[in-house]
């Protein structure tokens, strides 16, 4: 069974980072691994602040990933933006029949469109925004379909 679980600061512990590492398998290079442990312990934390909110994604007992949400704005526009996305080592890069063929990181952006779609009728969104780690993930974002904000290193998708 697919489950998309919603963390927010009124229904998370302070435990929420290692209950979080428990269950997913991180980089097998040790650098990247220790990278990926600070960023999920940082935005538990975060979420913990009320400053983000976490989805994590699950099929039956196995943690696919998660996408990390905060409110922010390009200029005068408001924004959603995805403070982490991270999916499990064990499943990157594989397109899953449970995610109707989509790798996760891909259901996961879909996710977040959809949320920020939702929250435009609320609040005037106008963009779904990212800050890519690296120049790799930089390209694979730009095939999903964000764009460069101009002289900046973020990505952004109109609503």
Known sequence: MLKLKKYTSKNSSYRLGVDILSHVELSTYLEQSQRERDFIEDICKRVQKSSTVLYLLKHNNDTLGF???????????????????????????????????????????EFAIELAKEIQELAGLRYLVLLPDNRKLQNVYKDIGFLNLPKQEWLYIRL
Request: aromatic share 12%; proline share 2%; glycine share 4%.
């Open 67 to 109: 996408i990390a949400l905060s409110v922010s704005s390009i200029g005068d526009f408001p924004s959603l933006q995805i403070d982490y996305l991270f999916v499990n080592h064990t499943f990157r890069g594989k397109s899953l029949e449970i995610l109707d063929n989509l790798k996760t990181s891909t259901y996961l952006i």
